[in-house]
Antibody, heavy 120, light 107 residues
Framework: QVQLVQSGAEVKKPGASVKVSCKASGYTLTGYYMHWVRQAPGQGLEWMGWIDPNSGATNYAHNFQGRVTMTRDTSIITAYMELSRLRTDDTAMYFC?????????????WGQGTLVTVSS | EIVLTQSPVTLSLSPGERATLSCRASQSVSTYVTWYQQKPGQAPRVLIYDASNRATGIPARFSGSGSGTDFTLTINSLQPEDFAVYYCQQRINWPLTFGGGTKVEIK
């Protein structure tokens, strides 16, 4: 079955960077786009962007442009999301989610989430 | 970007009752709305895509309707496992955006 397994929780200081991994199994990584969504404590969902594992092409939400970098390593079937210049309000659960990028579709499989805490 | 407004913020109902959740878009999104359910400590899961199509494995008590700017998620005969937070998402334009969510709680 499709499974996305994310890396463990991180604690970072303001101004630092964090890199979260998302390892896929049960399907061909290059057959779907990988999206990233975050959720601050007690808050709603915020879409961050996607990467095409085939080409490496990316599409980032405006709020994160200049600070987020999404990459992939097809040899180990893993996608990455790196967020730089961290602020305390970046404290959130970060999810990866598989998607075919069709408008009539959705994020049909999700990772378990990675909690990133930013604190001095 | 397209703003989605969900109402009500909280819905207090008893098991067996019907839940009606609303999602309104700031501009037309055709039928390109997806609904997700999220339980505490879990990742969201897809319930409905393209406004009215149930995802694989989703019970028939969940239904979606709407087009343009107004969308509805209906849960007939609420089961104990349905008490959760529900989000709508528009998929017609980048960036994808989510509504703020509706919490369905036990009355």
């Amino acid at each position: 079955q499709v499974q996305l397994v994310q890396s463990g929780a991180e604690v970072k200081k303001p101004g630092a960077s964090v890199k979260v991994s998302c390892k896929a199994s049960g399907y061909t990584l290059t057959g779907y786009y990988m999206h990233w969504v975050r959720q601050a404590p007690g808050q709603g969902l915020e879409w961050m962007g996607w990467i095409d594992p085939n080409s490496g092409a990316t599409n980032y939400a405006h709020n994160f442009q200049g600070r987020v970098t999404m990459t992939r390593d097809t040899s180990i079937i893993t996608a990455y999301m790196e967020l730089s210049r961290l602020r305390t309000d970046d404290t959130a659960m970060y999810f990866c989610a598989r998607d075919d990028n069709s408008a009539a579709s959705g994020h049909d499989s999700w990772g378990q989430g990675t909690l990133v805490t930013v604190s001095s | 970007e397209i703003v989605l407004t969900q109402s009500p913020v909280t819905l207090s109902l008893s098991p067996g009752e019907r839940a009606t959740l609303s999602c309104r878009a700031s501009q037309s999104v055709s039928t390109y709305v997806t609904w997700y359910q999220q339980k505490p400590g879990q990742a969201p899961r897809v319930l409905i895509y393209d406004a009215s199509n149930r995802a694989t494995g989703i019970p028939a008590r969940f239904s979606g309707s709407g087009s343009g700017t107004d969308f509805t998620l209906t849960i007939n005969s609420l089961q104990p496992e349905d008490f959760a937070v529900y989000y709508c998402q528009q998929r017609i334009n980048w960036p994808l955006t989510f509504g703020g969510g509706t919490k369905v709680e036990i009355k």
